[in-house]
């Protein structure tokens, strides 16, 4: 056999296979359409799930029961549910705390007259003898004329405790279902408090 002649088979086997090959991807098309398709996107949508955060429900604030100022007026946290709650948890010894009194008046004027409730509330508790009472949660009221709603809790440490208050002031904000939607520790800029506020109040 010469070399032509065996060229001549190469190139008819090489038809054959093209041929061939021809007809299996005419004949399923479709199937290898899906499965290159599959091949692009199945990678792609793993890797959306990995960095998609995961939407969890938001933290159901404690209740805790509190006496305003007044001396008179008993309330628990779950009478406000309806309305976004900003909790100032404070204590009349912080410095940083005087300093945010007139955010936090600013913040109770811009949203007077919306389902929104701002409750200073402390929860400075060492001792019998230490700790914020009801006169000296008045009195700080009154030095800065504001004019929301201080109050002191039954059980302080413990409102510390489920809020994990470890310095002062910590804010929280409830949405009206009674969720947590925000916390911060120390001063914040106005502007990112009434952000959340906002959106709470959307929500």
Known sequence: MTNSDE???TDEKSTRVTIALRKFLTAHAKVISILIVA???VPIVAVVIQISPVK???????????VETDGVTNRHLSDYLGK?????????????????????QRIYDAYAGKPFVLLSVTTYYLSPYENDN????????????????????????????NYGV??????????????IAYKSVGLV??????SYIDQALKS
């Open 7 to 9: 060229m001549g088979i």
């Open 39 to 41: 091949a692009i996107v």
């Open 56 to 66: 969890r429900t938001l933290p159901v604030a404690k209740d805790f029961f509190m």
């Open 84 to 104: 976004v709650v900003f909790l100032d948890l404070m204590a009349t010894w912080c410095t940083a705390c005087r300093q945010s009194m007139p955010d936090l």
């Open 134 to 161: 009801v006169s000296l949660m008045k009195a700080f009221k009154e030095e800065f004329s504001a004019n929301w709603t201080f109050a002191v809790p039954y059980d302080a440490p413990s409102v510390a405790r």
């Open 166 to 179: 470890d310095a002062y002031p910590t804010y929280v904000i409830l949405d009206r279902e009674g969720q």
């Open 189 to 194: 800029p106005l502007g990112t408090l009434t």
